[in-house]
Structures are given as structure tokens and as C-alpha cells.
């Protein structure tokens, strides 16, 4: 078996609150692999961070800055955030985040 050289060897599936995802069948993830999908649910600060979220496009790198929050108000349940990367749950294992900055980052690793 191989191992995922891209995008395109992978199939995700949006569920409420959470992400499903899987590889070409004669690919396999490394435990380093599964351990960068994230289930991550963003909400900007600003219209200009919505906007900069908004042109990201599909395999591009970025980096994201902004907090780990909790949702909460009427008529809905508490939604938390996780707070550590091996928590290993699908529901509750995603990072809710106020994006308080948008950086899309060059291929070359330089912002």
C-alpha cells in the first residue's frame, strides 16, 4: 500500500459538527498523516477575516491566528471546543475557532 501524495486521494464528507474523510483504497495514512486532519469550525471576527477565509482555495497552506472558544446562547446546546490534538473523538474533537487572522502561506513555506 501507498501512502497519500495529495488532495485528490482523499474524500471528505461534512456531517453537523463533525468531518468524515477517507483515502483511495489502495492508500493508507500514516499515524503522523491522521494525526493533521482536523475538524475545524471557524468563525471570523471581522467581515475582512471572512471575506480572506472566503478566497482560500482548495490545497492552498495557510495559518490561521484567533482563539479556542465556546458557543453557547438560546436554543442551543453548549458547543466546546477541543482543547488537545489526542483527544481522538469525532463529536468533540473539533477546534472552534474566532479567526482573528488569515495568512495564506507560499508554497515554499514563506508567508
Known sequence: MGEPGGIEHFEFSALPCALGYRV?????????????ITNNHRIPAYQSINDALM????????RLSGYLVEVT?????RWRSSTRRDD??????????LVTG???????GEP
Open 102 to 108: 488569515v495568512t495564506i502561506i507560499d508554497p515554499s
Open 88 to 97: 481522538a473523538t469525532m463529536i468533540g474533537g473539533c477546534e472552534i475557532i
Open 55 to 62: 478566497a482560500v482555495n482548495v490545497g492552498s497552506r495557510i
Open 24 to 36: 483511495q483504497a489502495d492508500l493508507r495514512l500514516t499515524d503522523a498523516m491522521e494525526a493533521q
Open 73 to 77: 446562547g438560546e436554543n442551543i446546546s
